[in-house]
Structure formats: C-alpha cells, structure tokens
C-alpha cells in the first residue's frame, strides 16, 4: 500500500509564501498523476494544482499565477511552491495519487494564512 507523507505548510501571512512536499513511500511519479486538494473550514474539498505522469502541471484558477506544483523524479516528491498567499487560502492541504480507478490520499497539511 503506497503511503504519501506530507510536509511543509504551517502558519504565514498574506502575501508570504509556503512549500509543501509529497513523498510516496513508492516510487509511483512516472505512473501516478499526483496533485494537491485542500479544504477550508465548512467546504468542499476542491482540487488546486495537478502534476501528469509526463510531467505537465495544471492549477486551479483560483491559484493560477499564485502556486507552482513540480516534481523531482530523483526525489521522488512533489512540491507545492505557494507564493502571494492570501487569507482564503488557509485550508487543510492533501496530496492526492489517481491512477485510474485508484486515489491514494495523504492525510492532510494545515496551512493558515493571517490578514
């Protein structure tokens, strides 16, 4: 069972910036599609940023300018670089894995931006 350990996130202030990273316990970048969901206080959880298994990222419009996700094969982590942070972005940030009808999910980062 591939596990993914998150690290990173904790507390900054609007218009700090943060890292997260995602390391699988396997190595699965090559064959996974990895990508970050968060969810705030009282919402859905929403997708924020994808990575493919070819390397090609993808983020939300909400984020887009904002956060960059990356990979490291020879790590094998996946980052969240977040930058320009704003209040509306604290949430619980998840690594998520999909391979078809698979989703491997980290257990989740707070990240907590003040005003």
């Known amino acids: 069972q591939v596990q993914l350990v998150e690290s990173g996130g904790g507390l900054a202030q609007a218009g700090g910036s943060l890292t997260l990273s995602c390391t699988p316990s396997?190595?699965?970048?090559?064959?996974?599609?990895m990508a970050w969901y968060r969810q705030a206080p009282g919402k859905q959880r929403e997708l924020v940023a994808t990575?493919?298994?070819?390397?090609?990222?993808n983020s939300s419009d909400s984020v887009k300018g904002r956060f960059t996700i990356s990979r490291d094969l020879a790590k094998n982590t996946v980052t969240l670089q977040m930058d320009d942070l704003k209040p509306e972005d604290t949430a619980v940030y998840y690594c998520?894995?999909?391979?078809?009808?698979?989703?491997?999910w980290g257990q989740g980062i707070r990240v907590t931006v003040s005003s």
């Open positions: 396997q190595n699965i970048l090559l064959n996974y599609m």
């Open positions: 990575i493919s298994t070819g390397g090609t990222p």
């Open positions: 998520n894995a999909q391979r078809m009808e698979t989703f491997i």
